[in-house]
């Protein structure tokens, strides 16, 4: 069998759960699970996921609505919250059936719920709101303006149930920080306050992996993490916070082994486009991994630089260019290893931050990208 695989440890997520709750401990936490639990396999983490809170998180937010349906099917009772929301107005029976969260960030969103049939009939709900406010990310968001229109018809919308005020930060994990982006949601909150007499009072959200790390006057009601809950950091550009740093652990091993040795001689070269040449003898060793597996194409290979890998626990990097099966490892720290040697492409021991950064990528682009053809294993 080809000896490529994955290893996710369930018990890493839950301990990353606990490492949230270290740092947040007031907050509720909606654990993100979007892009199938960040690659790992929404259904195969199920039984920390569904874990009563503490142990396991108090709700889960994703954008995928099959797999929140499959969620409430598989007898999933937590608060399921859709971080895009509804697109259009015929998805909104299954919101109501399903009781899921919807994200509100669009005023033809909130037209969409005025429009809706009143709950009651056919047996509809209210769906309870997350109104996102645009802090600045310019992605999803009301501005400030339509944030207070938004709100004062949701309160007078009989389909729209409890609101929470929402935003998502665009520079938690960078040099910009947060500080103005929380005040802007704050300034927007007491205005609304003033107006209607709400807002001041609403349940908040705003922070993801990087400001429950690092602010944590923005931990509010509920935080949202995702990054972290899968042992990777958020802050790829700067080594003292590692992975490591926090105390997470990762939850997902890609490992692999050495299937060939090839023997170079001064000039040789490696791979397609021969970018890698042997300045002296050297071993290198065929590891079965490559870019048809989630391995990133652009991680580099060259006489100046490599990728790093283990290979029998001893980091090396990675020389050539990745193929679609294949990659190279520089065998020269690791004499002893030949065919059936084995190799962690990244997880224990090599986080998937490092690796990610060598490529020119987040770790979050890494673990989204395992493909299906890697056999995946459980443990714990
Ligand atoms: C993906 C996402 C998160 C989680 O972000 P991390 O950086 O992985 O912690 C939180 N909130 C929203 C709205 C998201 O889309």
Redesign the pocket.
């Known amino acids: 069998m080809r000896p490529l695989r994955a290893t996710v440890r369930r018990t890493a997520l839950a301990h990353n759960i606990g490492v949230v709750r270290a740092h947040a401990p007031a907050s509720r936490i909606w654990a ?1 699970v ?1 892009a199938d639990a ?1 690659g790992h396999g929404l259904l195969r983490m199920l039984p920390v996921l569904a874990a009563a809170s503490p142990a396991g998180p108090d709700g889960l ?1 994703l ?1 995928e609505l099959d797999a929140a349906v499959q969620l409430r099917e598989s007898g999933i009772a937590k608060p399921l919250l859709l ?1 895009e929301g509804f697109f259009s107005a015929d998805e909104l029976a299954l919101y109501s059936r399903h009781r899921l969260c919807s ?1 509100v960030h669009s005023l033809e969103q909130v037209a969409m719920l005025e429009a809706a049939p009143p709950p009651g009939v056919k047996g509809a709900a209210p769906i309870d709101i997350y109104l996102k406010l645009n802090t600045g990310m310019n992605r999803l968001g009301l501005s400030a303006q339509d944030f207070a229109t938004a709100l004062q018809r949701l309160r007078a919308c009989s389909n729209a149930g409890a609101i929470t005020v ?1 935003t ?1 930060f665009a520079d938690a ?1 960078g040099p910009t920080g947060v500080t103005e982006q929380h005040a802007r949601l704050m300034a927007v909150l007491v205005e609304a306050g003033k107006r209607s007499g709400l807002g001041a009072q609403l349940p908040i959200s705003m922070a ?3 400001a ?1 790390l690092r602010y944590p006057e923005t931990h509010a009601d509920w935080v ?5 809950l899968y042992g990777c950091t ?1 802050f790829t550009d700067e080594p003292a916070f590692n992975a490591a740093h926090f105390g997470l652990e990762p939850v997902m091993t890609l490992s692999s082994e050495i299937i060939a040795v090839q023997t170079l001689r001064p000039g040789d070269r490696v791979g397609y486009g021969g970018t890698y040449t042997a300045r002296q003898d050297m071993r290198i060793g065929i590891i079965a991994c490559g870019y048809a597996d989630g391995y990133p194409r652009h991680a580099p290979g060259s006489d100046q630089i490599g990728t790093p890998v283990l290979v029998g626990g001893t980091c090396t990097r990675t020389v050539g260019r990745v193929s679609m099966d294949m990659i190279f490892a520089d065998l020269s720290p690791v004499p002893q290893a030949g065919t059936g040697t084995p190799v962690t492409l990244w997880g224990d021991g090599l986080s998937a931050d490092e690796v990610a950064n060598a490529a020119g990528t987040v770790s ?1 682009e890494l673990l989204c990208a395992l493909a299906p053809r890697v056999p995946v294993d459980v443990m714990g």
Request: net charge positive; glycine share 4%; no cysteine.
């Open positions: 993100v979007k960040y937010a954008l971080l994200v929402m998502h994990d993801n992996s990087a429950i949202r993490p995702g990054i972290m958020p979050y």
